[in-house]
């Protein structure tokens, strides 16, 4: 199985700051790499795919990036409404694995 | 706005079964991979099962094989999860989600609700 390592597992963050968040994969991953963003008692939500390729809708504040095995996610300028825990899944191969998570809470 | 509604949880026994059922609309179901993905309580998500669109193909993750099966009824546009032989590490809420329409990988697009089961 492909493991999937996040990092960091939390971050406080102001409004208005940039946050990145890093995910590492256990072997190449040919750019299948997605972020899904969950909010509290909700599903998940897709915001990237393609490892930068956002799905309609998300703002433009969200930007994916990397390649190989390391992948990063970044909010430009966080708003009240990404607060959320964020998640990356490898879509390359069975069985699909995500990482561990990170929990953006307020500063 | 895809819909994907769940249901079929709740409270069972270990060794008991269950069957969940996911309700989708407002897309043309049967040109759809359909996945389920769950969460137990304060943890991340864990994949379990991927069904090809035409139901023929079945992928699972290893601690699911042989208890859970996942099956569709395309003329019912609906998803099932069976999981037999259940334990109280199945415990979880369980999410039925879309894969994006696309030749390579497995995106989940869109996601239901989710149903919660409790194997106590």
């Known amino acids: 199985d492909i493991q999937m390592t996040q990092s960091p597992s939390s971050v406080s963050a102001s409004v208005g700051d940039r946050v990145t968040i890093t995910c590492r994969a256990s072997?190449?991953?040919?750019?299948?790499l997605a972020w899904y963003q969950q909010k509290p008692g909700k599903a998940p939500k897709l915001l990237i795919y393609?490892?930068?390729t956002l799905q309609s809708g998300v703002p433009s504040r969200f930007s994916g990036s990397g390649s190989g095995t390391d992948f990063s996610l970044t909010i430009s300028s966080l708003q009240p409404e990404d607060f959320a825990t964020y998640y990356c899944q490898q879509d390359y191969s069975f069985p699909l694995t995500f990482g561990g998570g990170t929990k953006v809470e307020i500063k | 706005q895809v819909q994907l509604v769940e249901s079929g949880g709740g409270v069972v026994q270990p060794g008991r079964s269950l069957r969940l059922s996911c309700a989708a609309s407002t897309f043309t179901f049967s040109n759809y991979h359909m996945h389920w993905v769950r969460q137990a309580p304060g943890k991340g998500l864990e994949w379990l099962a991927q069904i090809s669109s035409d139901g023929t193909n079945q992928y699972y993750r290893d601690s699911v094989k042989g208890r859970f099966t996942i099956s569709r009824d395309n003329s019912k546009n609906t998803v099932y999860l069976q999981m037999n032989t259940l334990r109280p590490e199945d415990t979880a809420m369980y999410y039925c989600a879309r894969r994006r329409d696309v030749v390579v990988g497995n995106t989940l697009d869109s996601w239901g609700q989710g149903t919660l089961v409790t194997v106590s």
């Open positions: 072997q190449v991953i040919n750019g299948l």
């Open positions: 393609t490892v930068s």
